[in-house]
């Protein structure tokens, strides 16, 4: 399995008018294709920093990043975006879908900046929704859809581009605990079914458990590091 | 691509049609106000221009008295120097001219049965049907004979045959004039209003040898009108005119000119240019509220942006680059000012039509306006949505997110 994430003594310091608060202190970190990541910490530990940064929305202060053994932490925000469309699925705890707008045409904002087209862009949204069970639901709008229903939308979003990796943000945050354990599932489904790597973020143990490892940052570094099956 | 980002931006703006219309309706009234005042301007010009066909180009009027604008000449006489000799003298002598004719003219009463009408009554020689073309509807206009015999003939223009006679023919019929009966010989054609907005048709025109004798004992004319042979030698004209009045006159080297020589295009000219400051004047003016309106779609494209922070951060988040939310943001505005402007010239057409039908306003459409008024609306669209696209382009896609 070749490496997805690999960040080599990652810092990341804020500058506040005189103060400078330092976010991540010297993060190394290894994440192979095909994983399944937990990261843990209280806030203001540096999990949010460090998905920021591995997301692409944020530039380390020192420190390599490598997504797919390519250097992409220096890049130019244009190039990230690129990145963000076609190798990164993002899922957020609010789901972030676009208010007023069908979850067929949700699922197609990515392949719209990646510049497919009509039909084409159609049978893969189409298909994606599939993937997450909800292609019966493509004309709904999210304010007809259920917070389950919605977060299974944004995962199908995520997915349609083909990245290698889905970043996901507290996603079982909003929802209740059968609705969260569903997501749960799906996640879990999709990583050993199609072999997405899967990075994301809980303060819940009990959601940590379905990944397969578990990342705890602490004051900026991490504090540990386990197997969990 | 530029078709997906108008249907993005067509959606965005159907959500909240309201207020796309309130924005848009700065540049729709910006837009027809142009349009209609232009084309106000325009319908006054070419008014001016077909009037001045009418005249004439090649005609020159000459006055007694000094060339000062509305100063009365005082002193020795100055008011009675032109006479009907001088007229005979300048078509007969000058090359440069083909005809003249002698005229004055005064506001009388004209008592036509139990009915009289006030009307400006005009004495005439044959000349001056061909130098102002007066067409002739009925009967026949002055002729040399009834200058020489200072007949007691007339010729009625439309207006007063109207107001004396009705439906009735009035040819043969007697008019009195100071309570001289006059035979009515003729009948003018229409010639409607003149370019100082005067009645035309309402005029009577008599000998000029019977309104100097009989009418006002007088030997002096008020004008005489001529005609030059071409209008490319109507300057010729009037300096020939000029060497032999001042011959005529007696007056020596040092002294003025004791007439004044008007060419009637160059009147008319004076009044076309007048209306063209007035058209331009008005369309700056107009102009001013498309800029209004452009300032409309950037507050409210500015508060637009804010409001779909969190959804610039999403489109951001799923691989949209600056550029992608600027055009987008852009084309909204494009939008809006594209079809204001539409709207708009809907506008500007409809109101000159309704001025021309009910107010009897001549105006005028020119292609040319309605293509650049709706060029400008874009340019203006463009111009004012540069700012909040650039805004949104520009935000950070993490704090976008975090937004509420």
């Known amino acids: 399995m070749s490496e997805v994430i690999r960040v080599e003594d990652l810092y990341k310091t804020y500058r506040m008018g005189d103060f400078e608060v330092p976010a991540l202190r010297g993060i190394n970190l290894r994440i192979e294709g095909g994983e399944f990541v937990a990261v843990m910490g209280s806030s203001g530990s540096g999990k949010s920093t460090f998905m920021n940064i591995i997301g692409c929305l944020d530039h380390p202060t020192s420190g390599k990043y490598f997504l797919e053994s390519k250097e992409v932490g220096s890049l130019r925000p244009d190039e990230w975006a690129q990145i963000r469309n076609r190798r990164i699925g993002f899922v957020f705890q609010g789901f972030n879908l676009l208010a007023r707008t069908t979850a067929l045409e949700n699922v197609e904002l990515p392949l719209m900046y990646n510049g497919f087209t009509g039909k084409k862009r159609h049978e893969r949204a189409v298909e994606v929704l599939s993937l997450v069970g909800l292609e019966a639901r493509r004309d709904h709008t999210p304010t007809q859809l259920s917070g389950g229903q919605q977060q299974r939308v944004a995962i199908a979003r995520a997915l349609v581009n083909g990245p290698s990796l889905v970043l996901a943000d507290e996603p079982t945050g909003n929802l209740d605990s059968t609705t969260s354990h569903e997501i749960m599932e799906l996640f879990q489904r999709l990583n050993s079914e199609q072999n997405i790597t899967i990075v994301l973020v809980t303060h819940e143990s009990d959601i940590a458990e379905f990944a397969s490892r578990r990342v705890v940052f602490r004051d900026g570094v991490v504090m540990s590091d386990e197997k969990t099956r | ?404």
């Open chain 2, 1 to 404: 691509m530029w078709f997906m980002t108008l249907r993005i931006a067509l959606r965005a703006l159907g959500r909240n049609k309201l207020r796309a219309f309130l924005t848009m309706l700065g540049i729709i009234i910006g837009v027809g106000a142009v349009i209609a005042m232009v084309a106000i301007g325009e319908g006054a010009k070419a008014t001016i221009r077909s009037q001045i066909a009418s005249l004439g180009t090649n005609v020159l009027i000459i006055l007694p008295g000094f060339s000062t604008q509305g100063g009365v000449r005082t002193g020795s006489g100055g008011v009675n120097t032109l006479t009907d000799g001088d007229a005979k003298a300048i078509m007969q002598e000058l090359p440069a001219v083909a005809l003249a004719s002698p005229t004055l003219r005064r506001n009388e009463q004209v008592v036509a049965g139990n009915l009289n009408w006030g009307t400006l009554t005009q004495g005439v020689a044959p000349e001056l049907q061909q130098i102002r073309d007066w067409q002739i509807a009925q009967g026949r206009f002055i002729h040399d004979g009834d200058v020489d015999s200072a007949a007691k003939v007339a010729l009625l223009g439309q207006t007063v045959v109207h107001q004396l006679f009705g439906n009735d023919d009035p040819i043969d019929a007697i008019i009195r004039i100071r309570n001289i009966p006059f035979r009515v010989v003729g009948v003018l054609g229409a010639k409607g209003q003149s370019s100082q907005g005067t009645d035309q048709d309402d005029t009577v025109m008599i000998p000029y040898s019977t309104m100097q004798k009989r009418l006002m004992r007088i030997t002096h004319v008020h004008t005489i009108v001529v005609s030059a042979v071409s209008a490319d030698r109507v300057p010729e004209a009037q300096d020939q005119i000029t060497a032999l009045l001042r011959q005529r006159h007696r007056i020596g080297p040092d002294r003025d000119d004791d007439f004044t020589i008007r060419n009637l295009s160059d009147i008319a000219a004076a009044a076309s240019g007048s209306a063209q400051v007035m058209a331009v004047l008005l369309g700056s003016v107009a102009s001013i509220s498309l800029l209004v309106g452009g300032i409309g779609i950037m507050n409210i494209m500015l508060v637009s942006v804010t409001e779909r922070t969190r959804e610039i951060g999403i489109r951001m988040a799923v691989g949209a680059r600056g550029r992608d939310i600027m055009l987008q943001f852009l084309v909204e505005a494009l939008v809006m000012a594209a079809t204001g402007g539409i709207l708009g010239i809907l506008l500007g057409v409809a109101s000159s039509n309704i001025l021309n039908q009910w107010a009897a306003w001549p105006t005028h459409i020119s292609p040319d306006i309605v293509a650049i008024a709706f060029l400008f609306s874009g340019a203006v669209g463009i111009f004012f949505g540069f700012y909040p696209a650039k805004k949104a382009a520009a935000l950070d896609p993490i704090e976008a997110l975090r937004y509420e």
